[in-house]
């Protein structure tokens, strides 16, 4: 007679979880999970960082009070919390904002294309955001000579590509809310991007505001 000896199957080291995020190390580096495994970014460079911050400050005046611009916020893509994304800045409705993250499909979802994050951006990310129900994503490359914006919509579970903005283009858009954004503002150098970002008619907008206050205060 003859015994068959069982063994134990290594099944491998237990998938990570939004748990495991907390004993990460703050260093600038960004930590996300997914399928319980760490993927991890470098931090922004410069131009990166102001792409992020112009477009939270523009999109942050023309948000009605019932949405939120966040940037930087971690979102729980599944329910066992294994799958953790970061996008660089989100438009969320004031009534689905979490501590600490969010779980629910914010109204869009930007990603400031980096040098090591352009298959991620433009394939991973756009499936995983699709799949969760974000309605709309933009992808923005932060090239110096033309940066560029693309903005998609959620169709039938699937991003359809429905605009694209290219250095001085204007990005006119109605979702979230109704906006326009100049890809080239959100990182020239010189000029009041403030005034520019939007494009010339908030530009035009801005300035006859200006002068009617100056005439007002003159009076």
Known sequence: MSV?????TDLGPAPLTVDDLRR???????????????????????????????LSIHLGNLAPVECEIITGPGININADRTH??????VVISTEDAESPYLTKPPLLAVEVVSPESVLRDHHTKKH???????????????????PSIIEMRLKDGEYTEVAA???????????PFPMRVVPQWLLRSGGDWRRHIGGPEEADDAK????????????
């Open 128 to 146: 995983e955001y699709a799949a969760f129900g974000i309605p709309s994503y933009w992808v923005i490359t932060p090239d110096p000579d033309e």
């Open 24 to 54: 990460t190390p703050d260093d600038g580096r960004r930590y996300e999970l997914v399928d319980g495994r760490l993927d991890v970014s470098p931090a922004p460079v410069f131009l990166h960082s102001r792409v992020e911050t112009r």
């Open 84 to 89: 953790h994304r970061i996008p660089d800045l």
């Open 165 to 175: 903005a290219f250095g001085e283009d204007v990005l006119d858009t109605e979702l």
């Open 4 to 8: 068959m000896a069982i063994g134990k």
């Open 208 to 219: 006859a505001t200006e002068e009617a206050e100056k005439s007002e205060s003159g009076a």
